[in-house]
């Protein structure tokens, strides 16, 4: 009765690309958080957040929504409960980001951020489907949930590690896939959890809208803050570049108190 599938494979493999893409901005956005200092790290901690919640987990999470179907029926979605979802996933991701950067990459950060943000994942997930109307009842198989969210407790771990590793092109490709993987991973996994009973008294839907309606908002959204994204990270210096200038600053403020220490008894001499 329940087909996650329903457009074929374009579904999962457009959500896992845009997972990576998301997850990919985030990376380069935590590592030039690492080397900037003040506000300046705290705003790129977020821009991070933004994309590594709001499009490598949450625009993931609905594009792939868009193959679910139900056989006999039709999706809508709460829109309140929909946006609720994505600020979630924001925020979560970005307690988890905060809590490594102050705290380190330690165990126990690593142990806390992971588990904040892994629950917070998992909330964003059941939340979504809380937003999804069929017309039919929809139960969850129990052990499939609690595998659905230690996935997403473990990939959140690993993502907030990778978040304060990653340096190098390489690694970020890496990262970039791994992250994706265990995204996509937890939403499937989640889905499969579901149960719609066959039944033929399929009941009136009359709240939210339709895939339709969804799809037009969500692309302009995903299109246009992402391109906004991708401008401001190409833009901003490299971390190795913002890396180069605090090690400059940091020489030229010692040259400048060498400078003043060697004044001073000058001074002293000619009074």
């Given amino acids: 009765m329940i087909d996650h599938f329903a457009l074929g494979w374009v579904t999962p493999v457009l959500s896992f690309l845009l997972s990576c893409a998301g997850c990919a901005v985030g990376l380069t956005c935590t590592a030039r958080a690492r080397v900037a200092h003040g506000f300046a790290s705290v705003a790129w901690l977020g821009l991070g957040a933004i994309s590594i919640g709001g499009t490598g987990i949450w625009v993931m999470h609905f594009v792939a929504m868009l193959g679910f179907y139900v056989?006999?029926?039709?999706?809508?979605?709460?829109?309140?409960?929909?946006?609720?979802?994505g600020l979630l996933a924001i925020v979560v991701v970005g307690l988890g980001l905060f809590i490594v950067r102050t705290a380190g990459v330690g165990p126990v950060a690593l142990v806390a951020?992971?588990?904040?943000?892994?629950?917070?994942?998992?909330?964003?997930?059941?939340?979504?489907?809380?937003?999804?109307?069929?017309?039919?009842?929809?139960?969850?198989?129990?052990?499939?949930?609690i595998?659905?969210?230690?996935?997403?407790?473990?990939?959140?771990?690993?993502?907030?590690?990778l978040s304060a590793k990653v340096r190098n092109f390489a690694a970020g490709a890496g990262a970039t896939v791994i992250m994706g993987l265990?995204?996509?991973?937890?939403?499937?996994?989640?889905?499969?959890?579901?149960?719609?009973e066959e039944t033929?008294?399929?009941?009136?839907?009359?709240?939210?809208?339709?895939?339709?309606?969804?799809?037009?908002?969500?692309?302009i959204g995903v299109t246009v803050s992402t391109i906004m994204m991708l401008l401001v990270v190409g833009l901003a210096p490299s971390p190795q570049e913002m890396e180069a200038q605090e090690k400059f600053k940091g020489w030229q403020g010692r040259q400048d108190e060498l400078q003043r220490e060697t004044a001073a008894p000058r001074r002293s001499q000619l009074l």
């Fill in 200 to 219: 033929n008294a399929i009941m009136p839907i009359d709240t939210g809208i339709g895939v339709g309606a969804l799809l037009g908002p969500l692309i």
């Fill in 147 to 161: 595998a659905s969210v230690i996935i997403g407790v473990v990939a959140a771990t690993a993502g907030l590690w």
């Fill in 182 to 196: 265990a995204v996509s991973g937890m939403h499937y996994t989640g889905m499969a959890a579901m149960r719609a």
């Fill in 71 to 85: 056989r006999g029926t039709e999706t809508r979605f709460d829109v309140p409960l929909t946006l609720a979802s």
């Fill in 113 to 145: 951020g992971g588990l904040i943000t892994g629950l917070g994942i998992a909330a964003m997930h059941y939340l979504g489907m809380r937003a999804l109307h069929v017309g039919v009842e929809i139960t969850y198989d129990i052990p499939t949930v």
